[in-house]
């Protein structure tokens, strides 16, 4: 067990529709990833936040966002969901800088988009 | 552009034999590297790295090793047993820069038979 938690586990929805992705990183954790992994892909950075703020970004779309909230659990807002949305939607926890930083993941929330 | 490769997207090795699973990138500025592994309904964990300043990193029964003229690092487990059963992402980025930066291979499962 990782210690970060990831609901709901599976999502099943239809095109046009808008979804959330929800995560609870490591307890003293104060950073969060969102990772998308599709079919036969790697994954695929979307966003970080860091104690409340945005720190990066990946390859978010425009119909993507993201928060932490001051809990520092975080929520991934999907819409307009397409088909080509369906994928694995990993949350990642990280403790450490640089080098040393290492991720702790959720287990995924896989998304089907019909 | 897909900048961290592994192109079997699948190995089968019997047990107590060597398995070996191959990564090849393109990007030279890459100095850092990561194999985590995954279970089904698991996140990835972190499983072993290894930075350009050595060819070479063991841990326990498993070992990575790192040809930076080829572009090219393997991890190699000895002996493989029934639970090194999952699928193995090579990941790299740059010594100091954060897991935000981390770019993934597809994956390769790894099935240890009997």
């Known amino acids: 067990d990782s210690g970060v938690t990831q609901t709901p586990k599976h999502l099943i929805t239809a095109t046009g529709q808008r979804v959330t992705l929800r995560c609870s990183p490591r307890?003293?954790?104060?950073?969060v990833y969102w990772y998308q992994q599709s079919l036969d892909q790697g994954l695929q950075f979307l966003i970080q936040?860091?104690?409340?703020?945005?720190?990066a970004k990946g390859n978010i779309l425009e119909r993507f966002s993201a928060q932490q909230f001051p809990d520092l659990h975080s929520e991934l807002n999907l819409s307009s969901l397409e088909l080509g949305d369906s994928a694995l939607y990993f949350c990642?926890?990280?403790?450490?800088?640089?080098?040393?930083?290492?991720?702790?993941f959720g287990s995924g929330t896989q998304l089907s988009v019909l | 552009d897909q900048q961290v490769k592994q192109n079997s997207p699948s190995l089968s090795v019997q047990e107590g034999r060597i398995s070996i699973l191959n990564c090849d990138y393109t990007n030279s500025m890459f100095d850092y590297f990561l194999w985590y592994k995954k279970y089904p309904a698991e996140g990835p964990t972190f499983l072993i790295s290894?930075?350009?300043?050595?060819d070479k990193n063991e841990d326990g029964r498993f070992t990575v090793f790192l040809n930076k003229s080829a572009k090219h690092l393997s991890l190699h487990i000895v002996p493989s047993q029934p639970g090194d059963s999952a699928v193995y992402f090579c990941a790299a980025r740059r010594v100091r820069q954060g897991a935000q930066k981390l770019v993934f291979g597809q994956g390769t499962r790894l099935t240890i038979n009997p």
């Open positions: 290894i930075s350009s300043i050595k």
């Open positions: 990642a926890s990280s403790v450490g800088t640089g080098t040393n930083e290492k991720l702790f």
């Open positions: 307890s003293g954790d104060l950073s």
């Open positions: 936040y860091y104690n409340g703020e945005e720190r």
